[in-house]
């Protein structure tokens, strides 16, 4: 009816949004989420820089399995007024309003750090009343089936990006869920966070103890001029971009002929993926991985799919110990694939697999996310506004060569790591499935739940 439509804050008229089911369970009450909110807030609208210059800013791609990232790549130059208007405070929760369709709504909550963080105006803060709904029970409502189908059925697609009105948020409805099972997902994103923690001690000590090994301390990131002759630069290299003759890469690679080392194509054997094109893509099938997908700590579940039947070839799944690297857009990137994982990964993505047994694949897969490498990859990869890595430079970089009991040590404090790291998302899996539980049967089963297989987790150290 059209009254119906004048009753929408942005008077929707598009079929979705109306002929869309939502599911709700009567026993349970329900309020707009804009009636338990204390405020809402746009980020701040400003030039960012990769040089830490003023505050750590968080963006759209900095928030992942519910949790603000530990580590943000941007900083934003301010002042103090706005400052105190965008300082991120503990337990707000940040939702991502514009991104990509599969982006778009997701939500994570920050925990405080030691320094004085922002965030940009792609993401929303809301912050809720603690009276009434836990910060960690409404970001866990809005990333569960319930909350995204909310969300999803409210996005607006465009081109380039889809977007979700904040006041359209406000007006998804939530359940009221009791304080007890609220205090348990609380708990369970408490225990995540000291967890993914821990985790990123135990990498920073693995990364640590590779660069002190190989003593790779004294490069000179700031000294910008160089000195080169036809005959050392473009006789020798093919290029002509003046990035690429920094004497910072002059310090690494003196640095790494005087150590043991091979090139990385006598390593590893390097395969190359497909690439089937955005018509290919659909929203069930083989999961479709792609380099946003992709950091040197996981996968995210990619919300792209593809057709089984047309592209479910084993030979195209990456096997366990298969290192993921990135060669287009955020290059050098590197995974290592836990075990075998029935996906396709895009073009942009690169599997390497270990021919040399004197090198372990945790190992080098450090290496290739230290700045050994990284500097490696952004001096190949520069000159262009896309970055694009050459396989046949990928073959040819360095990677220095460790004992093998060194190399051992760094190999335990990457699988302590990521076991803490596995854990700690499992948490919070249990944690949203069991909003889920109390939506689609009752909360007593949902707290029977969450707490036998949060006390599994903690004690096995695995969940499945």
Known sequence: MLKTIYANKDYRIDSQFHTETVIKNLALSYKRI????LSSQYGISIEMNENRIGYPIYRMNEIHSMLCDLNVNKSANINLIELSTFKLNDKDVLFNRTNSYEWVGRTGVY????????????????????LVIKPEYLACFLSSKFGVKEIKRRARESINQTNVNPEEVKEIEIPILS?????CVEDNFVKANRMRIDAATLYNRAENFLLREISLYSIDNNATKNIKSLKESFLFTGRLDAEYYQPKYDDLFYHLSQLESKKLGEIVSIKKSIEPGSDAYQDTGIPFVRVSNLSKFGLTKPEIHLDANKYGSATLYPK??????????????????EEDMEIITSGALLHLNMIDNEFLPDYLTLVLNSKIVQLQAERDAGGSIIQHWKPSEIEEVII?????????????????????????????????????????????????????????????????
């Open 400 to 464: 220095p060569k460790l004992p093998l009991d060194h190399q051992k040590k760094i190999s335990d404090l990457i699988q302590q790591s990521f076991k803490l790291k596995k854990q700690s998302e499992q948490l919070l899996e249990v944690a949203k499935k069991a909003v889920e539980i109390a939506i689609e049967q009752n909360e007593a089963t949902a707290i029977d739940y969450i707490n036998s297989y949060s006390e599994l987790i903690q004690e096995d150290g695995n969940w499945d």
């Open 111 to 130: 925990y405080n750090n030691e320094d004085n963080r922002i965030f940009a105006s792609y993401l929303v803060r809301f912050i809720p009343d603690p």
């Open 320 to 337: 366990k110990d298969t290192i993921l690297l990135s060669k287009d857009g955020s290059v050098g990137i590197a995974y290592k694939i």
């Open 34 to 37: 804009g009636d338990i909110l």
């Open 179 to 183: 304080k007890e099972l609220q205090n």
